[in-house]
Nanobody
Framework: VQLQASGGGLVVSGGSLRLSCAATGGILKIYTMGWYRQAPGKQRELVATFATTDGIFRTDYADSVKGRFTVSRNNTKNTLYLEMNRLEPEDTAVYYC???????????????WGQGTQVTVSS
């Protein structure tokens, strides 16, 4: 089981980008998927999460991205998306995908991280 993130790039301030994170392999159940980011010299921080509990979906966002970013998930494809609008230079960071899931092969619950994708916003 692994996470593959994509969609980063260079954009001017005010622009938009869409990140994707595909969870592949033998997955029995995904509890939470999310996006974190780490800017140079700073700690990794939560951006947005998408959680599923008993069929009910819940999203959470960092205050700094509320109203600009939207997280969504395609359950059929086990893919998480992050639609980022009105990007600001302060959004520049490596964005990491995260998932809390159960693996089919041995029913182990795992916490996985993707490889990261660079988002650069120029002023």
């Amino acid at each position: 089981v692994q996470l593959q993130a994509s969609g980063g790039g260079l954009v001017v301030s005010g622009g938009s980008l869409r990140l994707s994170c595909a969870a592949t392999g033998g997955i029995l159940k995904i509890y939470t998927m999310g996006w974190y980011r780490q800017a140079p010299g700073k700690q990794r921080e939560l951006v947005a999460t998408f959680a599923t509990t008993d069929g009910i979906f819940r999203t959470d966002y960092a205050d700094s991205v509320k109203g600009r970013f939207t997280v969504s998930r395609n359950n059929t494809k086990n893919t998480l998306y992050l639609e980022m609008n009105r990007l600001e230079p302060e959004d520049t960071a490596v964005y990491y995908c995260h998932a809390d899931l159960t693996r089919t092969s041995d029913l182990r619950r795992l916490v996985l991280w993707g490889q990261g994708t660079q988002v650069t916003v120029s002023s």
